[in-house]
């Protein structure tokens, strides 16, 4: 049959129908058909390739916020001892490449709990604030978000939405009593997989904006960025090998400038 022909395909008829029912469904009966359709996160493909951006578009339709990535491990984490100040790291890839926890991570004996996600963008991360950062209890949340919504990774964004979701982000936190730390987005001469978009003079400008903000309503600032900024206003080779995600002596230098703003948050 011609593609071109006048009428509607049986098929077409029938693909409607079913998207005017998903319309109608319930929410929580599309949450467990995304929960089947969404491909684990252990078999995510190599950074970048073709292969990861059919993936990441597929996780979009079904899964926006990536509520799926750590819904079990939420689930089994059990609520932090009396004692205890744990502390949540919400990110993109920056935070999911790092070893947080564990007694080979960047901070041995620390009740530090990893909940980054490679390709986010701010507004993906507030979608799952409460579920991965609230609904633990931390005492502090470190947020490290913003380089993907330059790179455009869920579409274009202007500066200011970014600066909105990383305040609703700190201040969601602070409404439910959880010390906030605002981490500097780190910086980047140009994205190996969206280049010529100049996000170093944006970066500068977003971390300007952070670090006010965090004065203004009394969170932490950490500066990555002054500690790690090349003269291109991009991430030297030494600590990274891509010009945005770090090498282990990024983390080196990243560790403890926020283990600082951890015990600054608490002292609060």
């Known amino acids: 049959m011609d593609r071109n022909h ?152 202007t500066l200011e939405q970014t600066e909105e979701n990383l305040a609703s982000m700190a201040d969601l936190a602070t409404a439910n009593g959880i010390k906030v730390v605002l981490c500097s987005i780190l910086p980047a001469f140009d994205y190996p997989w969206s280049p010529g978009l100049e996000p170093a003079p944006k970066i500068a400008t977003v971390n300007q904006w952070m670090k006010n903000y965090a004065a203004q309503k009394g969170y932490v600032y950490v500066d990555y960025y002054s500690a790690m900024v090349d003269s291109r206003g991009g991430l030297p080779a030494a600590l990274s090998k891509d010009g945005v995600h770090p090498l282990p002596a990024g983390y080196a230098v990243m560790a403890p400038l926020v283990e600082a703003g951890i015990e600054q948050a608490l002292k609060k």
């Not at 990536?66 to 990110?91: C, I, Q, S």
């Not at 963008?121 to 005492?139: A, C, E, G, H, N």
Request: glycine share 10%; net charge negative.
């Open 6 to 157: 006048s009428f509607v395909p049986w098929l077409e008829v029938v693909k409607v129908a079913v998207l005017a029912v998903i319309a109608f469904c319930p929410a929580g009966s599309l949450l467990s058909a995304q929960a089947t359709a969404a491909a684990p996160q252990a078999a995510r493909p190599a950074p970048h390739t073709g292969e990861y951006w059919t993936q990441h578009d597929h996780e979009l339709a079904v899964d926006f916020g990536g509520l799926e990535r750590y819904k079990a491990a939420d689930a089994a984490l059990p609520p932090p001892a009396t004692d205890e100040n744990r502390v949540v790291f919400m990110g993109d890839s920056i935070t999911d490449g790092w070893k947080i926890e564990g007694p080979d991570g960047s901070f041995p004996g620390k009740p530090y709990v990893n909940r980054g996600i490679s390709g986010q963008t701010t507004p993906q991360m507030l979608v799952r604030f409460r579920q991965d950062v609230i609904d633990l209890k931390p005492s502090v949340v470190v947020i490290l978000a913003g380089t993907n919504d330059l790179a455009g990774n869920t579409g274009p964004m």
